[in-house]
Every structure is written in structure tokens, then in C-alpha cells.
């Protein structure tokens, strides 16, 4: 039963990426899905968080204006469509999934079914 985050790379400042998140041993329907990245010396903080089927989104940080989370639950993946990325940006990005409902604070200790994460890097 795993999460496993992919898409990762090296961006350029100003660019996008699109992560996906791919539920294996279970099925996304009745679960909450989160967002979350961990930089180097730094915390694991929550990005984004999709409610369970068409239900709300949640974007802890603000960041509504540059990333979208979005599920498809047929495909049992969901996705993380991230625009003009800047430097503070770069870290590995986690999915994971939750039986409580998305909040406007994403604790981690929610969450399971961490997978490996996926490395973003946001360099010139």
C-alpha cells in the first residue's frame, strides 16, 4: 500500500512541472490526498490537499495562484500542476493520502502511505 510521487526534475525559475501520484495496493476514492515537500535541513510542509472525490482544495500556503491539485480517481492518480517555480521551490515532493477530511493546516502525522517522494530542483 503506497503512494508513489513521480515528475520530478530540474526547472528553470519561471517554469512548470507536473506531478503525478500513483496509489498502488488500494484506491483513491475514499481518501484525502496531500501535497507535501520537504527542502534540505527544512520541515515537511503541506502543499496542497484534495478532499475526497470532487470535494474542495486546499492550498496551506497561498500557492492557489501557481499550483493546482487535481485527482482522477477512474486512473486512481492524482496531480500537482506547478507554474512559475522559483528557487524555493526546490525540494522532494511526497504524496500521501488521509482519512480525515483536507484542513487549511496539512499535519504530516495525518497522512500515510508515504512513498520515496520526487525531486524537484529549480536552478538556472
Known amino acids: 500500500v503506497q503512494l508513489q510521487a513521480s515528475g520530478g526534475g530540474l526547472v528553470q525559475p519561471g517554469g512548470s512541472l507536473r506531478l503525478s501520484c500513483a496509489a498502488s495496493?488500494?484506491?483513491?476514492?475514499?481518501?484525502?490526498i496531500g501535497w507535501f515537500r520537504q527542502a534540505p535541513g527544512q520541515e515537511r510542509e503541506g502543499v496542497a490537499c484534495h478532499s475526497i472525490s470532487e470535494g474542495s482544495k486546499y492550498y496551506p500556503n497561498n500557492e492557489k495562484e501557481r499550483f493546482t491539485i487535481s485527482r482522477d480517481d477512474a486512473k486512481n492518480m492524482v496531480f500537482l500542476q506547478m507554474n512559475s517555480l522559483k528557487y524555493e521551490d526546490t525540494a522532494v515532493y511526497y504524496c500521501?493520502?488521509?482519512?480525515?477530511?483536507?484542513?487549511?493546516?496539512?499535519?504530516?502525522?495525518?497522512?500515510?502511505?508515504w512513498g520515496p517522494g520526487t525531486l524537484v530542483t529549480v536552478s538556472s
Open positions: 495496493g488500494f484506491t483513491l476514492d475514499y481518501y484525502a
Open positions: 500521501a493520502r488521509s482519512a480525515f477530511p483536507c484542513g487549511e493546516v496539512l499535519v504530516p502525522s495525518h497522512f500515510a502511505s
